[in-house]
């Protein structure tokens, strides 16, 4: 079961990095067995493809052969079905799907137990028999299956991280917030990537601004220039999206987000981006600075905290700023109509050539000719050579000929001539070119293509039919949406198996300008909010329950939109329902470590609202409280500004809101030094029982672990270990996986200083199995030193150096910072390793891992067998 040269290593990824699984299967039939795989495989931070989620008009062969493409390992489950022939066929689509798998490539098969087999099934499973390339295991359940495929993959990743140590290289790792992956090629700029890797790798710029005019291709250009540098910034490229950041003070957070900080408060962003970024020779590319023009200088904060660190930047206004280096991006070359030999030049142009391309992906026969070319040619000198406006003409070739576009853009009508006069001509011709072909549009998907302008990047189906009440094009949101993505308008992709939409923001500004010109931008707002406060008030109870895994993911998905309805209700002054969104997102702000952002909305809102509700107020405080507890040294001013927020509450009749304003102001104590420990210890047992009584298991759980860790610093291990057993009681009773991953881990670190090695090695395990589920690298962490620990106590000296390898590089990443105590594996590995050499070269390797790769090389090599132990039993199971 090796990943040989054919499988992982020239593979594309996904827009994240991740490895894809494809996975063939019966649908109906095996539903239940696909959610298993997908989680399976999602655990292991790997990419589930499956083919339900192609139900495009494509021909499905075509289809699952590009999925299978793209696809690093294949995973069959069979159950009694051969699956359906289709017409003209002689096997069925799963039969086909194995055949086209490529031989180098892994295939894991997984037969469901069956005493009724379709007898063209039993054929297959022999032939697979007699593959030498493919493993095949039996199940009898979803869960089991899951249980099975987990460990394959996690194998697998192992014997990968094997074979680059067999090298002598360390296996690559993701970064932390990759550079997304472009949906098209990028034509005609090899000068440009050229010239502004030249720069970037002179040594003499620290700072190289992309400028131009919007959807000249400047973000575009930057994934390129990235790429190609790589090799000159051995701690990779981090991409920084900024065109939904308005608020200069989030310009350092958002960078650290994309770092992979989390921010839990105890620490000021700048510090932890200076530990972050000290010794990291990397690239930071800053997209859509323009907004932010005002806080350019913090990135000359940033040349003294990161030194080694480079950054590109693209932006429609110059930085201004000490050591920038601007880069004007030219439109793309134009052939000359005039000049002989214009077909051939005009096919090598790179203006005519993305047109082709578009045109092509509407319809695919269009070629040029001796009729259309000149055509062609001149309508792309028309449009300046601009990436989008080309783009947008293209689409049109489905029902135009290149003269009639040309005819429409020059002719007694033109579009050209009527921008507005004040611009500069290539926005003038780019907002022309929008106008245009908004105006080729039916009137209600004109009316839609001006409303989803409210949106930011990445809104579902279900948000857009939300704000349709009313709007002249409710009764075919979906017609009216596909027609503006045929038109280049808006862009369709897919995040988690849901269809996301988005618009370029170039063609958004214009949207929203119509909008406030009809005077209905507030409106629209106002429905946008509405929804998302509604959506909040949906998600925010599987926050801190069972189904916390899901209800994350999804707010990852709707965080843009999340900040801009939120953005709107302060600017509108609706504090009440800005706050609402806040407090019933507490849980996700903390797991993803946004506090920070919070804290600036919070602060807008004490400093500038004239009137506020007592539960607005008390929310406000909260936030800008718990932020303060980690900066200042005034313990009493924050716990009696806490006990005084949990009043509002109670005002306010939010007993959950005072009972946690009360918690926080006894973790305020224990962190700031309070001497009055038994006081403290009664308060935070008195807020846990009202937790519990009032149905909120998560806080509850939360409070719990706070007792044991308190009880730990008091040196009392069998009460911890109580207090921790409790915690795990009330994550499980409905407190949600977040609260019973930490109180799992931390009662495995009681187990193994009393010397029970298999159940802190199962407790360590199952904790970084819900962490792997939440994408909490910081959880999957302080469980890879556990399982390192492990490791030295079994004498497996090489994976537990690697594994302290890992963690270190992933304690770096994320600013990870604990007192002397709490990094205790590093004991166990010295007292293991001695004096052995080859100690430093395996954490050099796991340094190499991201968090997620630790952990599947951790499930592969450390053994963990399953304990009598209710407590470190993960979410569903008993222990036998």
Not at 35 to 60: C, D, K, N, Q, Y
Not at 399 to 415: D, I
Not at 442 to 447: G, K, T
Not at 534 to 549: F, H, K, V, W
Request: proline share 5%; glycine share 8%; charged share 25%.
């Amino acid at each position: 079961m090796t990943l040989g040269s054919e499988g992982v290593s020239g593979a594309i990824r996904t827009p994240d990095q991740r490895l894809r699984v494809f996975v063939s299967s019966t649908l109906k039939e095996l539903e239940a067995e696909r959610r298993s795989v997908r989680t399976a495989i999602e655990t292991l931070h790997l990419a589930p493809v499956m083919f339900e989620l192609g139900a495009r008009p494509h021909p499905p062969r075509e289809l699952y052969r590009s999925y299978l493409r793209q696809s690093d390992v294949f995973v069959g489950v069979y159950g009694d079905s051969y699956g359906w022939v289709a017409p003209g066929e002689d096997i069925s689509g799963l039969e086909d799907e194995y055949r086209l798998a490529p031989r180098g490539m892994p295939k894991l098969i997984y037969l469901r137990e069956s005493t009724g087999r379709d007898e063209r099934l039993d054929g297959l499973v022999r032939r697979i028999q007699d593959d030498d390339t493919a493993s095949y295991r039996g199940f009898s359940s979803p869960e089991e299956l899951a249980q099975l495929v987990e460990a394959d993959l996690a194998v697998l990743l192992a014997e990968r991280f094997d074979a680059s140590r067999e090298r002598g290289a360390p296996a690559p790792a993701a970064p932390a917030s990759p550079m997304p992956t472009p949906y098209n090629r990028l034509i005609g700029r090899g000068r440009e990537i050229d010239e502004v890797v030249g720069l970037l790798t002179s040594g003499q710029h620290r700072v190289v601004t992309l400028l131009g005019p919007g959807r000249i291709g400047k973000s575009r250009l930057s994934l390129e220039v990235a790429a190609a540098a790589r090799d000159h910034f051995p701690d990779g490229a981090v991409f920084v999206g900024l065109e939904n950041v308005f608020e200069p003070r989030l310009l350092l957070p958002t960078i650290a987000y994309a770092l992979g900080i989390r921010d839990s408060g105890d620490l000021p962003v700048e510090e932890r981006l200076a530990l972050a970024l000290s010794s990291r020779r990397m690239l930071l590319v800053l997209d859509n600075f323009e907004q932010l023009v005002d806080a350019a200088a913090e990135l000359v904060r940033l040349y003294t905290i990161a030194p080694l660190t480079s950054f590109l930047v693209t932006s429609r206004a110059v930085l201004r700023v000490r050591g920038e280096r601007v880069y004007d991006v030219p439109p793309l070359e134009t052939a000359d109509p005039g000049a002989p030999q214009s077909l051939a030049r005009a096919a090598t142009s790179p203006a005519v050539e993305l047109f082709v391309e578009r045109a092509r992906a509407v319809k695919p026969d269009f070629a040029l000719s001796a009729d259309s070319t000149p055509a062609v040619v001149e309508l792309c000198r028309a449009l300046d050579g601009l990436p989008l406006a080309i783009e947008l003409a293209a689409a049109r070739m489905r029902l135009l000929t290149p003269a009639l576009v040309l005819e429409r853009l020059h002719g007694p009508r033109s579009v050209l001539g009527d921008a507005a006069r004040d611009l500069p001509p290539r926005q003038r011709t780019l907002r022309a070119t929008i106008d245009w072909s908004a105006g080729l549009l039916e009137a209600d998907e004109r009316s839609m293509l001006c409303d989803l302008g409210v949106f930011s990047a990445g809104f579902t189906l279900d948000a857009v039919e939300a704000v349709a009440v009313g709007r002249p094009w409710a009764a075919r949101a979906v017609e009216a949406l596909e027609a503006l993505i045929d038109n280049s308008l808006v862009s369709q992709s897919e995040v988690d198996g849901s269809a996301v939409f988005s618009m370029l923001v170039t063609v958004r500004e214009y949207a929203v300008e119509r909008l406030a010109e009809a005077g209905e931008e507030t409106l629209l707002r106002d429905a946008h909010a509405r929804y998302f406060l509604e959506l909040t008030r949906r998600i925010s109870p599987s926050l801190g329950g069972a189904d916390q895994r899901t209800a994350t993911r999804r707010l990852d998905l709707e965080r843009g939109n999340l900040r801009t309805a939120v953005r709107h209700l302060i600017t509108a002054g609706v504090a009440d329902a800005a706050t609402e969104i806040a407090w019933r997102l507490y849980i996700y702000w903390w797991l993803r470590g946004y506090f920070y952002e919070v804290r600036v909305w919070m602060e807008e809102l004490l400093d500038g609202a004239s009137v506020l509700s007592d539960h607005a107020r008390a929310i406000a405080r909260f936030y800008f409280l718990w932020s303060e507890m980690w900066r200042t040294d005034e313990r009493d001013g924050v716990v009696s500004g806490l006990l005084e927020a949990g009043e509002l509450f109670a005002r306010s009749d939010d007993a959950f809101g005072a009972t946690m304003a009360e918690a926080t102001a006894g973790l305020a104590r224990i962190t700031m030094g309070d001497p009055d420990i038994a006081a403290t210890a009664a308060d935070l047992e008195h807020c846990a029982r009202r937790f519990r009584d009032g149905g909120d298991r998560w806080a509850e759980t939360l409070a719990l672990i706070a007792l044991g860790r308190l009880e730990w610093a008091l040196e009392r291990p069998d009460e911890a270990a109580r207090r921790f057993a409790e915690a795990s009681a009330a994550a499980r009773g409905g407190g949600g996986i977040f609260g019973l991953s930490v109180a799992t881990h931390h009662l495995a670190r009681v187990r193994l200083l009393a010397g029970e090695t298999d159940a802190a090695a199962f407790g360590f395990t199952e904790a970084m199995r819900m962490s792997m589920e939440l994408d909490h690298d910081e959880g999957i962490a302080y469980a890879i030193e556990g399982l390192s620990a492990i490791a030295s106590l079994r004498g497996d000296v090489a994976t537990a150096a690697a594994l302290a390898g890992a963690a270190a590089s992933t304690r770096e990443r994320l600013t990870m910072f604990d007192a002397p105590q709490f990094v205790y594996h590093l004991r166990y590995l010295d007292a293991a390793a001695g004096d052995d050499p080859a100690v430093a070269e395996a954490m050099a390797r796991g340094r190499a891992w991201s968090a997620h790769e630790a952990a599947a090389y951790a499930l592969a090599h450390v053994p963990a067998v399953r304990v009598a132990d209710r407590e470190m039993a993960g979410p569903g199971q008993a222990g036998p």
